[in-house]
């Protein structure tokens, strides 16, 4: 559509996950027709993050150091373990600030189609987490979709064990929310997790 430099640069922004065609050429004219945008900073983080930024060694959280902030927290509760699919999910929880245990970032879910198997997370080292029996609790917070209910279902078998919790984060209608709109997935979750109300 454009020539040149101007359709690589919306090309590239556009192989990004999340965004389309016409987000890719809204960015790309952002950057060129706004005059205090730094480029150069820009290219310097992107550089940056790929030589700093790697997996932490214990539980697969993105850090800058062989360890995240998380697992170097003495204050955390190492009896607990939130699992998760990426390490985008151990921000979206932290910032609930209610889960105070440690984290395991699995690296992605189950999915046949897609050509990934369980063998291709990383729930060996999940395994070797649980060995000493300091962790008391699991809880699987995976993605509630097919691929994360897949692998939330293949780990509550795996992890049958005598005195380990295994725990899935509830799911159900959002606040806010009107029933005449829940699917029909949803609006059963959310009798499953029912709770008695007392007054």
Known sequence: MYEGIV???????????????????????????????????????????REKVRFCEVCGNVTEQERCAICRDPRRSAATICVVEEAKDVAAIE???????????????????????????????????????????????????????????????????????VTRLASGLPVGGDLEYADEVTLGRAFEGRRVVQG
Do not use: C, W
């Not at 990004?16 to 060129?32: C, D, T």
């Open 95 to 165: 910032r609930t600030r209610e889960f105070k245990g440690l984290y395991h970032v699995l690296g992605g879910a189950i999915s046949p189609i897609d050509g990934v198997g369980p063998e291709d997370l990383r729930i060996r080292q999940l395994m070797e987490r649980l060995a000493d029996g300091t962790v008391t609790e699991v809880i699987i917070a995976t993605d509630p979709n097919l691929e994360g209910e897949a692998t939330a279902s293949y780990l509550s078998r795996l992890l049958v064990q005598p005195n380990l919790r």
């Open 7 to 49: 359709q690589e640069l919306i090309d590239e922004l556009g192989r990004l996950p999340g965004i389309g065609p016409k987000s890719a050429q809204r960015i790309a004219f952002h950057i060129l027709q706004t005059e205090a945008f730094d480029v150069s900073r820009l290219a310097e983080v992107l550089v940056e993050v």
